[in-house]
């Protein structure tokens, strides 16, 4: 069975990579959202950028804060001071609901993909009888690909690895993976091989095959164009 052909359609590239690049950022921002919804159901303050986010305990920062400039040194041999007790709560505490907001992100992003590939599957009947998608059809299509956040990871952090021997510690795959005391690539793998599973099924079961190689390059530039347009050059500047 053909799997692809050369058909190319011009205007229809330069809409898809509109979409991708749109995404890209649509994706980054409600990503980063994820964290943030997660940290503000739980008590801190929040706030996120173009590309991160970030918390803090509003009602114990001042505590925290002036312990820590107080007794950093018996804090760190876990000798006694002043109101440790409640230091040490205070701090598991923080370390607990650290991974619920790492996780609220990465699950926000696939939960997303999930319902988008639920949608796909449930018209599936209009992408199989169609030789050319609609924009209903092609959003849907979209919304599934935030599973591809996983499949980018990843190789951001293999090709880190490869040229510097070394991983980003941030990375809320990683951190996660610490955090549960398993091999550090074991989520990133197991997602990004979810992803790329549900990118093949997108492409191979979803998109008209006189589509599919303009959407395949639309999506390589696209990408590539929102991730230097969002977190290189503009975001900053948009979303501070």
Not at 166 to 188: C, K, M, Q, Y
Request: hydrophobic residues 50%.
């Amino acid at each position: 069975m053909k799997l692809l052909t050369t058909s190319f359609d011009f205007r229809l590239f330069l809409m898809l990579s509109f979409g991708f690049i749109t995404f890209t950022i649509i994706g980054t921002v409600s990503h980063e959202s994820g964290h943030y919804i997660v940290a503000k159901c739980l008590g801190y303050e929040a706030k996120i950028n173009y590309a991160s986010s970030w918390y803090y305990d509003k009602n114990n920062e001042a505590f925290l804060h002036s312990h820590w400039n107080l007794y950093s040194e018996k804090i760190r041999l876990d000798q006694d001071f002043p109101d440790k007790e409640r230091w040490d709560r205070l701090k598991f505490k923080q370390q607990s609901d650290s991974f619920w907001i790492t996780l609220g992100g990465a699950m926000q992003t696939m939960l997303t993909g999930t319902v988008g590939l639920l949608f796909l599957v449930f018209f599936r009947k209009r992408y199989y009888s169609a030789t050319e998608l609609s924009f209903l059809l092609w959003f849907l299509a979209f919304i599934s690909l935030f599973w591809l956040r996983q499949a980018a990871n990843f190789f951001v952090g293999t090709t880190k690895f490869l040229v510097h021997g070394s991983i980003s510690s941030h990375s809320d795959e990683f951190v996660l993976a610490r955090r549960l005391n398993i091999p550090e690539w074991t989520i990133s793998t197991i997602t990004a091989s979810i992803a790329l599973l549900i990118l093949a099924v997108v492409i191979f079961k979803f998109i008209p095959i006189k589509q599919r190689l303009t959407f395949m390059l639309a999506g390589i530039v696209g990408g590539v164009s929102g991730y230097l347009l969002w977190l290189i050059y503009f975001g900053k500047i948009i979303l501070p």
